[in-house]
């Protein structure tokens, strides 16, 4: 990691995308809310039906912190991934990306693999666990970068506006 830091302090100023701010992360993470709890309702549904096909009363709820809802709540993370993955993957921005223009990159600027985007989708999820401790690590990090980007040596940036 420490090759590609150098390699990045040779380019020229102009050649690399400005590195997402944390401020522009948090905005994305908040625009991708919406579709994130989209198909966290259809998942639901999808265990309450069957919930009840099982023989279940329609209005009994699945039980708290039963295997189910650990469950429940397995499958909503793993929908979760998916969703982020193949988004950066196809083009390497979320929903939410879009219109600050974040676009998740390799290390040199190219489409990150599909391995180092679980790792980052992973890493990311414990950051956020921990409080955004990964992502508040950008203020301190001379790179500026956060937990997840390291991790996957995956980067994020901010493209220019298009005229």
């Known amino acids: ?15 690399n ?7 522009w992360r948090l905005f994305a993470l908040l625009y991708d809310l919406w579709p994130v709890l989209a198909l966290w309702m259809l998942v639901g549904t999808a265990f309450t039906l069957a919930y009840t ?6 209005r ?9 809802q650990i469950l429940l709540w397995a ?8 969703y982020a993955v193949l988004s950066w993957r196809k083009g390497g921005q979320t929903l939410g990306m879009r219109p ?3 676009r998740v990159t390799d290390a040199e600027g190219g489409a990150a693999g599909t391995r180092a985007l679980c790792l ?13 401790l990964g992502f508040w690590w950008a ?4 790179a500026r970068l956060t937990w997840h980007d390291r991790a996957s040596d995956t980067r994020m940036v901010r493209e220019p506006k298009k005229r």
């Not at 995308?17 to 401020?23: D, K, N, Q, S, V």
């Not at 499958?75 to 998916?82: A, D, I, P, Y």
């Open 75 to 82: 499958v909503c993370w793993l929908v979760t991934g998916v």
């Open 139 to 142: 203020w301190v990090d001379r």
């Open 100 to 102: 600050w223009r974040l």
């Open 60 to 68: 009994q709820n699945i039980a708290p912190f039963s295997p189910l």
């Open 53 to 58: 096909a099982a023989g279940h009363d329609a």
């Open 120 to 132: 980052r989708y992973a890493v990311g999820t414990l950051s956020l666990l921990l409080g955004g």
């Open 17 to 23: 995308p400005a590195r997402a701010l944390i401020l």
């Open 1 to 15: 990691m420490e090759d590609t830091e150098a390699t990045e302090e040779l380019r020229t100023p102009g050649s």
